[in-house]
């Protein structure tokens, strides 16, 4: 009796087989991912540019007030702006001045002896204290912030009278001196005209005047309620 034949085997294709084959993407399905990442790209971006945007509006405030009270420092602003109310000034001309002297820098002695915020010196100081009835008064009392913005208003607002409300020739002399500003008003006299900063003969001095009229406006603009304006 003969053995039967083993038949060979053919292997089934894959759809014979049951199992799927992979296939490539659709261009729907690669357009619909490509947007997936360019929204994720976009809302990234938005939200570094939110961070950004955030401590822009935080930090760039406390930058600018840092900046200005080096560049343009203010202190005692309630004495200035008691002193001007006081005695008729503008509180910007005060500060100006104070910038001028000293920086706002307290315990300032200058080479002359000026002391003080508003860098007044001992002989002048006491001729307010006379005029004002400061009995009381003491030169190291030029160290009190109020004594010696008091007392440097006080001298503005007679050199302003002095000089007719000349805010250029009262500037002049708070840093040359009366006698001197006296003598430059003559000499323009003479040659027929007014008295103008070029007539100042002292550079320090010019240089004083335009300073103080320059930094006037810039205390005007950047600390208009700090000095009550």
């Known amino acids: 009796m003969s053995t039967p034949r083993a038949t060979a085997r053919r292997p089934r294709d894959a759809a014979s087989s049951g199992r799927r084959t992979s ?17 994720r790209r976009l809302l990234g971006w938005l939200l570094g540019a939110g961070l950004v945007l955030v401590v822009g509006l935080v930090v760039a405030p406390l930058f600018h007030h840092a900046v200005r009270e080096i560049t343009l420092p203010l202190k005692h602003e309630d004495i200035i702006r008691q002193q001007a109310h006081e005695k008729g000034l503008d509180p910007a001309l005060i500060a100006a001045i104070i910038y001028a ?22 002989a002048t100081a006491r001729y307010i204290a006379q005029k004002s009835g400061g009995i009381a008064f003491k030169v190291d009392d030029l160290g009190t912030p109020q004594v010696n913005i008091a007392y440097g208003a006080y001298y503005l607002r007679y050199l302003m009278g002095r000089y007719g409300g000349n805010r250029t020739l009262a500037l002049a002399a708070y840093n040359g001196g009366e006698g001197n500003v006296d003598r430059w008003i003559v000499a323009a006299r003479r040659g027929d005209r007014d008295f103008r900063v070029s007539d100042i003969p002292f550079p320090e001095t010019r240089a004083y005047v335009q300073q103080v009229e320059s930094i006037q406006h810039d205390y005007r603009t950047s600390y208009r309620a700090e000095l009550g304006l």
Do not use: C, K, N, W
């Not at 261009?27 to 490509?34: H, P, S």
């Not at 002297?101 to 001992?122: I, N, Y």
């Open 23 to 39: 296939r490539p993407p659709s261009r729907a399905a690669i357009r619909r991912a490509e947007l997936t990442r360019r929204r």
């Open 101 to 122: 002297e000293s920086r706002f820098r307290d315990g300032q002695v200058s080479h002359a002896g000026a002391q003080g915020l508003m860098q007044l010196t001992p």
